[in-house]
């Protein structure tokens, strides 16, 4: 029979005897019986333990990222044309380099909700996505 084995049926016996007939065992046998039993389920409460760990850190995790994916799903909306918005902000600013931003950039993009727009998508693409998960 293995060590397994052996410790597997110590454990068992001292599970199954009351404390009246452990006791009436001689010192050595009552004292392996119980060392089996005890070594046994500790092994099992830390494989228990452990699990519970690995599945709190797993559900923190996908709380978290789903956490982040909400938050920067509702401030990201998707600008069509980014090139040419791109284009009528460098050409707005050649045409009037003197003037501000509200007067010359603004009315070129289509507001400045475009802008704002813009910078949300980037930060839900970009690496701030990934660094806030």
């Given amino acids: ?17 009351s404390r009246s007939h452990l006791r009436r065992h001689p010192r050595a046998l009552r004292l392996s019986l119980l060392a089996a039993m005890l070594h046994s389920r ?8 452990v699990d519970l760990l690995i ?3 797993h559900r923190i995790g996908a709380r978290a990222e789903k956490k982040v994916t909400q938050g920067l799903i ?3 909306k998707r600008v069509a044309g980014k090139e ?20 010359v950039i603004f009315p070129a993009v ?11 998508e980037y930060k839900f693409s970009g690496p701030t996505y990934r660094r806030s998960v």
Avoid at 5 to 14: I, T, Y
Avoid at 42 to 49: A, P
Avoid at 97 to 102: L, N, T
Avoid at 110 to 120: A, C, K, N, Y
Wanted: charged letters at 30%.
């Fill in 84 to 103: 040419n918005v791109l284009f009528r902000v460098a050409e707005a600013s050649v045409a009037r380099p003197d003037g501000r931003v509200k007067e």
């Fill in 110 to 120: 289509g507001g400045e909700g475009t802008l704002r727009d813009l910078i949300g």
């Fill in 42 to 49: 500790e092994r099992e409460i830390t494989d228990v333990l």
């Fill in 55 to 57: 599945g709190t850190v």
């Fill in 1 to 17: 029979m293995s060590p397994r084995g052996v410790l597997a049926g110590w454990r068992q016996q001292a599970a199954v005897e």
């Fill in 74 to 76: 509702g401030e990201f």
